[in-house]
């Protein structure tokens, strides 16, 4: 049995004023599966007695959480009903689906009431209306994220009835009773640089995600001796068209506790793949015996992010990054971006790496790269002039003192 709550959001200006943002949280037992926020407005064209009308009203910020909500079972799916309006009932209301990795809304539907005169004055006809519409497109969002879209989207629910939504933060399928720190971000709401854009040429900056946080990777062969290590925090650049035609890069944290880790060893090739519910990445490594020195030499990804129509799909087989000695860790402290291809590349941080030759499964000495070498060459050079500048300022005074004391030796 679903129990609702409908709360207000502006408190000091009340609800009367139908302002906007409606907030909304579904409870089932004790666990709420679909909380947040959203404004809505309609526009409606109604027969009237002379004619027709359009009304264009907002989603009322006393809108609350009716009884036909529910978290929904194997068969039903969750539903937020929104009802509204004083004498008469309206109820706007949002089905959902998802599946291993996305929800989404798939079914938007709306019942009026013609017969609300405040609403539709002078309307020829009394009585509900049904409108609804299949809108799988319109929000999804990553499972276990919350969805965030500022921006407006109208969608039309039949020839007379057109819905606007805006301020839209909300999630479904929830596994706390608090909206997840991780947001999928509408694809609307990611600025775009150019004005009057043609489609899938444009490049925008996306929101510039925080440090990913480090991971801690490892690959263990058959015998359970541990062969690639890997320590790094690692943020995905992918270029592509948006499932609203524009081209976008956007950055994706890899996040160490939702990767799972696999990869395999040998002796001159060993591998390691890195997955989590939208991404699969793979690095490998090979080693030349003659030079004593192994190297990142592919890269591959694939991709479905929720802003992606299609699977993205990239790599590359002929790199070699990240050199480094036999027997020691590749090690660079500041941030390198490894670029694959023009559409993708990967941002490192904090990174430790050692895919060969590791021994008691901890990391050999360290060997640091050269943006870190050249790091730890300008405090070196620093402290030197300084050094070099107090010896000076030292044989001067005593050069001076010297002197001093012989001047007054001749009084
Ligand atoms: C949503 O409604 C709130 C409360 O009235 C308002 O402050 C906010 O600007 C609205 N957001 C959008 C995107 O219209
Ligand atoms: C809800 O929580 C209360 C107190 O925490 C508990 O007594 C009750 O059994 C719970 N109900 C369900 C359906 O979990
Ligand atoms: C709904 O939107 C369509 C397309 O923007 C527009 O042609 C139509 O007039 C709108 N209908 C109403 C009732 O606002
Ligand atoms: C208005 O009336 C016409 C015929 O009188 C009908 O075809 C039309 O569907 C009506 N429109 C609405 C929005 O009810
Ligand atoms: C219908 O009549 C009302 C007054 O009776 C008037 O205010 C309204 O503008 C008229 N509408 C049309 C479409 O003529
Ligand atoms: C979402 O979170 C819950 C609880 O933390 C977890 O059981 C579930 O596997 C997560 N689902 C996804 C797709 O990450
Ligand atoms: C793993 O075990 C197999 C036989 O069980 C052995 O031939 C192989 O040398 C072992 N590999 C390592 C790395 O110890
Ligand atoms: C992401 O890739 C694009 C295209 O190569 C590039 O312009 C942008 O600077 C990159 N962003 C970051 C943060 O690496
Ligand atoms: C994963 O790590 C993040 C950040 O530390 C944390 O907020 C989140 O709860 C963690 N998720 C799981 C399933 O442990
Ligand atoms: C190893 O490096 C040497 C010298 O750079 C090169 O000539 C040789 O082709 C490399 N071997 C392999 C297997 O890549
Ligand atoms: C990642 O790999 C798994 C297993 O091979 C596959 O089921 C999944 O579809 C892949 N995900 C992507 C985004 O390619
Ligand atoms: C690395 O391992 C290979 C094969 O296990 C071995 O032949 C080689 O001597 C090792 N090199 C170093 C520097 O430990």
Known sequence: MARAAGVCWTLLMGCV??????????????????????????????????????????????????ERSSCGSAAVPPELALVFGDTHTHTLSLLFSRDQRLYRVSNISLQYNLSDGDIFPQSSSAGVQSVMASVSELMSARLNSTYRCVSSSSISLSAAVNLTLSGVQMEAYMSSANLSADESVCSADQPSTTVAPPPSTTTSPPPIPP????????????????????????????THTTTQNQSVSELMNLQPNQTTVSGSCGVTESSLRLSDETTNLTFSFTMNSTTQKYYLSAVSVSALWPDMSVVFEAGNTSLSALQCSVGRSYVCSAQ?????????????????????????????????????????????????????????????YLIGRKRTHAGYQTI
């Open 211 to 238: 440090v990913p946080e480090r991971g801690n990777y490892s690959v263990t062969d058959g015998n359970g001796t541990v062969c690639v290590l890997a320590l790094m925090g690692l943020q995905l650049n992918i």
């Open 336 to 396: 390198q971006m490894l670029s694959v291809t023009p559409v993708f590349s990967i941002n490192t941080f904090r990174l430790q790496l050692q895919p060969f030759n590791i021994t008691a499964n901890r990391f050999s000495t360290a060997e640091e790269c050269r943006v870190d070498q050249e790091n730890m060459l300008i405090p070196i050079i620093v402290g030197a002039a300084l050094a070099g500048l107090v010896l000076i300022v030292l044989v001067a």
């Open 17 to 66: 004023f139908a302002a906007h943002a409606v907030t909304f949280e579904v409870i089932d037992g004790n666990s709420t599966c679909i909380k947040g926020e959203l404004n809505a407005s309609f526009s409606i064209s109604y027969n009237t007695t002379n004619g027709t009308s359009v009304s264009v009203f907002a989603l009322p910020a006393s809108a609350s959480v009716s």
